[in-house]
């Protein structure tokens, strides 16, 4: 373990002066709830470091692609903060041997799993924002997503919306939407199928078209502008 901690501190740029927090943020509520000595865990410390992690990410873009549109920053913004993306770093910087897990989330696999190691780094980066402040997250940020920022512009693609979200609900619910065929008919040659998404939070929405995959991506578009809607004063 100590050996994995000084991995971690080396990978991420960062020797903590006050190691309490660094406990914290390796600290999963599971474990938390199980010990006989309550202590904190990592989840507020995850809420502050999704923002400070987005924050030096858009500066970072922002910086390398001064004429980008805001779609093609926020495409990429969201491809580097995605919870795949966050999970692979956690495991090359061994967050995962650090982790302190309760024996339940420990038997169920909670250790490999992605959004368990995504919502760790970030509460290791609100660790080294409030141990180091901002410009140490900043350093710590770039150091770790080194050999990851993009060389180039990559324009977002208009009609890729279940894509988009995916991206949308991970990022607000930790979880991904769920598609499934709800109707087909009409002949071989012109068959039309209705599809159903089920939204994290329950929304559903159906959509129809020539195939499978087009209904599908008729329906992400309806689920975006219904949580645009609910966004909007």
């Known amino acids: 373990m100590k050996d994995a901690l000084r991995k971690l501190q080396t990978d991420i740029g960062h020797d903590f002066s006050d190691h ?10 599971s474990h938390a709830n199980e010990s006989a000595n309550p202590s904190e865990h990592n989840e507020r410390l995850e809420f502050l470091g999704d923002a400070v992690l987005e924050l030096c990410v858009s500066e970072e873009l922002f910086s390398r692609f ?9 495409l990429l913004r969201s491809k580097l903060v ?3 993306a966050l999970a692979e770093l956690a495991r090359k910087c061994d967050l995962d041997r650090c982790i302190r897990l309760g024996k339940g989330e420990e038997s169920q696999g909670g250790r490999q799993r992605d ?5 760790a780094l970030e509460a290791i980066f609100a660790a080294v924002f409030l141990d180091g402040g901002f410009e140490a997250a900043r350093r710590s940020i770039r150091k770790i997503f080194s050999g990851m920022w993009p060389e ?10 279940k894509s988009r979200l995916q991206e949308l609900t991970q990022k607000r619910y930790k979880a991904r939407p769920v598609y499934s065929l709800a109707d087909s008919r009409g002949p071989e040659h012109e068959k039309l199928f209705e599809v159903r998404l089920i939204l994290p939070d329950g929304h559903e929405v159906t959509a129809s078209g020539s195939s499978v995959k087009k209904a599908e991506q008729m ?4 689920a975006l502008g219904d949580i ?3 966004l909007d004063p």
């Open 20 to 29: 309490a927090i660094l406990e914290t943020a390796l600290t999963h509520s």
């Open 66 to 74: 001064p004429q980008a549109p805001e779609g093609a920053l926020t």
């Open 82 to 84: 995605s919870e795949p």
């Open 115 to 119: 959004s368990l190691l995504s919502d």
């Open 152 to 161: 180039s512009l990559v324009e977002p693609k208009s009609k890729d919306y």
């Open 219 to 222: 329906a992400a578009k309806k």
């Open 228 to 230: 645009r809607d609910t």
